[in-house]
């Protein structure tokens, strides 16, 4: 048994909107090709709302997909002060949703290395990444999903633009650094303030997320508030950065890596009989 009973204040609008997110969960696992028959996909729960309602997706598209796949759910525990070990097991026990919980004290590792004051989110990752990769190559999970959406790849795409100086974001499949996991994101055309109103209508047990209370979540929030604004006085402006980031025109930026701008040269082919009409009135001309 999965999450998937309408909350007892379902309204018709909510069924729009859970409908919604099914379509553009499932429209990008097929424009990435995220899932395939037989993968067995391990979704990284964190307790917030875009890695529940990724969840509970994932649960609902697997009952009626073409392919066969495995869900599994993963919960990190890195002993951050504050964080409720039971809610997520309890949970997941309730619906029957199998699931793993891995233990790791990385918060003391971090807090012993890093200076005070200073930001562990690197440190972190790392580390999360690692026991991450390990735990699937343990299940035999061969992709992690994870809960991003479309607000949180643009917001990378600022981040990185204004503190990393590089036009980077969130790729919605990725082959992890190890080379042996590839990483999926297939709330990618999702939107957060949907994702908002799906969490608190199927009113799941939120943890809160920033129980470091880290630097780059700070940042983070600056640029969501810089996006809002954007989006307010000009609606659709987020969805017009995100589809950027999926029309590059390389020869119009200035990455030397990715286009020849040395042997750019022009050419024209003067047996070539559309060319040739052209240098015909050029010298007509002179």
């Known amino acids: 048994m999965i999450n998937n009973k309408l909350p007892v204040n379902a309204s018709q609008k909510f069924l729009k909107l859970q409908t919604k997110l099914t379509s553009l969960t499932g429209k990008a696992i097929a424009h990435f090709n995220m899932i395939e028959d037989g993968d067995k996909v ?75 004051g200073k930001t562990t989110c690197s440190l972190c990752s790392r580390l999360r990444r690692g026991i991450i990769y390990k735990k699937a190559k343990a299940i035999g999970a061969n992709k992690i999903a994870l809960g991003h959406h479309k607000n949180d790849i643009v917001e990378t795409f600022f981040l990185n633009m204004f503190h990393g100086s590089k036009l980077k974001a969130m790729p919605p499949k990725l082959l992890s650094d190890d080379k042996d996991n590839i990483i999926i994101r297939p709330l990618a055309f999702c939107e957060e303030k949907d994702i908002m109103t799906y969490a608190n209508t199927m009113n799941f047990p939120i943890i809160p997320c920033n129980l470091c209370g880290s630097q780059e979540n700070l940042e983070r929030k600056k640029i969501k508030a810089m996006l809002f604004d954007w989006d307010k006085a000009n609606p659709g402006r987020v969805n017009n950065i995100f589809g950027a980031i999926s029309n590059i025109e390389l020869s119009h930026l200035a990455d030397k890596n990715l286009f020849d701008f040395n042997n750019l040269k022009k050419k024209i082919v003067e047996n070539d009989p559309k060319v040739i009409p052209i240098i015909n009135l050029m010298q007509a001309i002179k």
Not at 55 to 70: G, H, R
Not at 92 to 102: A, H, T, W
Request: with cysteine.
């Open 42 to 116: 391990m979704v990284c729960v964190s307790g917030g709302k875009d890695s529940f309602t990724l969840l509970t997706i994932l649960l609902a598209l697997q009952k009626k997909a073409p392919i066969n796949f495995e869900v599994i759910a993963m919960n990190l525990d890195q002993k951050q002060p504050g964080f409720p070990e039971d809610v997520l097991p309890n949970y997941f026990k309730k619906y029957g949703i199998p699931f793993e919980i891995v233990n790791a004290d990385t918060y003391s590792i971090v807090k012993e290395k890093i200076p005070e």
